[in-house]
């Protein structure tokens, strides 16, 4: 059973900076699109930003410029730099990986909140 974790979340001020990851466990599966999502009180769960296998990137155009999304196929993982967070940013964020032949993973979800 493939199952994501993921760690990274916290408090931080306006300004500061945090990193994300979300990593797959288990074998036999092959993942294609790595992406995370946010949803913050209130709210409907929105896209911030997803990688292609081959590396292509696509992100929200509240986080362009802010934000950097990577991964590392080998270890099935994905992160998310997040850089000058500010309180439109808290959000439980969620990573999600497409799976060949499989329903798509979602991950726990963790609470990232940008104050002062």
């Known amino acids: 059973q493939v199952q994501l974790v993921e760690s990274g979340g916290g408090l931080v001020q306006p300004g500061g900076s945090l990193r994300l990851s979300c990593a797959a466990s288990?074998?036999?599966?092959?993942?294609?699109?790595m992406g995370w999502y946010r949803q913050a009180p209130g709210e409907q769960r929105e896209l911030v930003a997803t990688?292609?296998?081959?590396?292509?990137?696509q992100y929200a155009d509240a986080v362009k410029g802010r934000f950097t999304i990577s991964r590392d196929s080998a270890k099935n993982t994905v992160y998310l730099q997040m850089n000058s967070l500010t309180p439109d940013d808290t959000a439980v964020y969620y990573c999600?990986?497409?799976?060949?032949?499989?329903?798509?993973?979602w991950g726990q979800g963790t609470q990232v909140t940008v104050s002062s």
């Open positions: 999600n990986m497409v799976v060949l032949y499989r329903p798509n993973l």
């Open positions: 288990g074998s036999g599966f092959s993942i294609t699109t």
């Open positions: 990688i292609g296998r081959f590396g292509s990137t």
